[in-house]
């Protein structure tokens, strides 16, 4: 079973527990950290997990009532830019806090514990900072120290946690789990990354971002930085290679727009006819930028996704199933409403590729993360590919 958009490891989990051989693959290394994690904790032992548990809290509530580290060891070794980056989001008290924090995170063995610990405290990372809790965007909201403590605030995610997975382990205790592979990498060069299992996947179940996505890799940035998953210069780049980007600069809006004209040919007419129609809406009112650039990043949008259900065909057994989890979303254009039939139009690329589509399985939105729920669509679909 594979997962060439991964995400936080959902389908991954599932495919071990069903013990299968699950491999998974995605460009946000944050995400890459929590699916390992979370399928290298499906063998802990409960036992471990106690102690590992206990052993961090009782360090982290004698350091609170006492002394507290000052040193920086951890912030020291970051990057200089990252560091200038971080003190622009954190006061100096909490970068204290949270180094104490990931110094005893360090004392523990490596492994899934350890993992799980540093995804815990990624779970904080943004709730401690100055950043405005519920916005998306990269916005500041200063708090006072005394507003703010890191190290409750660990413990707190940390005990809910470690309650859920103890209850979870003991359930599963015994049960026979599969292996798992999850690696970095763009799902666009899946016959890249996956080229010893050509042809050998049995299922793959992905869910890929939506066309002009949220920003994940911008939200997950204070992550990204401060766990040294990716720096700060490497950030911007990233970001804008992601499939479903809607930053773009004006030079390369009119690199994506020139490159739909030239090969919109091996897109199927319903996404062209969309794509023009937008764009001929725009153009004839006054529109702001991000109306003005969506045309080129549906464009890109439908091209990568092309890439991408390519690169699973050739993955695939024949005979086998691809399920793509995805949602539609809208636009306005002209003043207009615009449907986006993202399931529609992936459909009619996947038939163009040789892929034979059965019928789609509605499916409702589950938000994982609160500060999604203002973007969320009510449904997605479950599309059904068989090569």
Not at 68 to 88: C, E, P, T, V
Not at 110 to 133: H, M, P, T
Not at 142 to 163: A, K, Y
């Amino acid at each position: 079973m594979a997962d060439p958009m991964c995400g936080s490891g959902t389908t991954l989990v599932e495919g071990v527990l069903a013990g299968d051989n699950a491999i998974g693959l995605d460009a946000n290394p944050l995400s890459v950290a929590i699916s390992r994690t979370k399928c290298g904790l499906l063998r802990v032992d409960p036992g471990d997990l106690i102690d590992v548990y206990e052993h961090v809290r009782d360090a982290l509530l004698d350091l609170r009532l006492g002394n507290r580290a000052s040193s920086l060891i951890h912030f020291k070794k970051l990057d200089d830019r990252d560091r200038g980056y971080l003190h622009a989001w954190y006061s100096d008290q909490v970068l204290v806090d949270l180094d104490t924090i990931i110094q005893v995170i360090s004392s523990t063995k490596e492994g899934a514990l350890r993992d799980f610990l540093r995804i815990s405290l990624s779970n904080i990372l943004r709730k401690v900072s100055w950043q405005k809790s519920d916005d998306l965007r990269v916005r500041k909201e200063v708090r006072l120290d005394v507003e703010i403590d890191p190290i409750r605030e660990f413990l707190e995610e940390l005990g809910r946690s470690v309650r859920l997975l103890l209850a979870f382990l003991r359930q599963n205790e015994g049960t026979p789990v599969g292996s798992f592979q999850v690696i970095e990498g763009d799902a666009r060069e899946l016959q890249r990354y996956w080229e010893e299992w050509r042809g050998k996947a049995d299922t793959v179940i992905t869910s890929p971002p939506y066309a002009t996505a949220l920003p994940y890799i911008d939200t997950d940035r204070l992550s990204l930085c401060y766990l040294n998953l990716l720096t700060r210069p490497e950030h911007r780049k990233r970001d804008l290679l992601m499939v479903g980007n809607r930053e773009v600069t004006e030079r390369v809006r009119k690199e994506y727009w020139s490159f739909f004209l030239d090969h919109r040919n091996i897109l199927p007419k319903s996404v062209v006819n969309l794509i023009l129609h937008i764009e001929r809406l725009n153009r004839q009112h006054e529109v702001g930028f991000r109306r003005h650039n969506l045309p080129a990043l549906l464009s890109k949008y439908f091209f990568d996704m092309r890439q991408v259900l390519c690169g699973i065909f050739q993955l695939l057994k024949p005979g086998a199933e691809a399920f793509v989890v995805i949602g539609n979303n809208h636009t306005l254009a002209g003043g207009k409403r615009v449907e986006i039939g993202t399931a529609k139009f992936l459909g009619d690329i996947a038939e163009t590729l040789g892929f034979k589509q059965g019928a789609p399985l509605a499916m409702q939105m589950l938000v994982s993360r609160d500060i999604f729920k203002r973007n969320a669509v009510g449904s997605e679909s479950i599309l059904r590919f068989r090569k």
